[in-house]
């Protein structure tokens, strides 16, 4: 159960970093969204460290990893609103 809360808590302010580093208007809003693009971001950071061999199993990414791929999960949310 904690380590629940805790990727909760490290994806909401993974993601306010990312809104953060990033000002745009076509950001997404919002507290539940803005902990999506965290959590989002950690899982693919995460996924990403796998695969490069920067992670072991069992390993996460911290604080400084989710907010990079959270960086990444709203490069990618801004490339789709484009397209709307």
Do not use: H, K
């Not at 995460?46 to 061999?53: A, C, D, K, V, Y």
């Amino acid at each position: 159960m904690s380590t629940w809360i805790g990727a909760i808590l490290i994806g909401l302010l993974a993601g306010a970093l990312a809104r953060l580093v990033s000002r745009d208007p076509r950001n997404p809003q919002g507290c539940l969204l803005t902990m999506a693009l965290g959590l989002l971001g950690a899982a693919l950071f995460t996924w990403i460290g796998r695969t490069l061999g920067l992670y072991g199993e069992g390993e996460t990414a911290g604080l400084i990893g989710a907010t990079l791929g959270a960086l990444l999960v709203l490069g990618a949310w801004r490339v789709i609103s484009e397209g709307r």
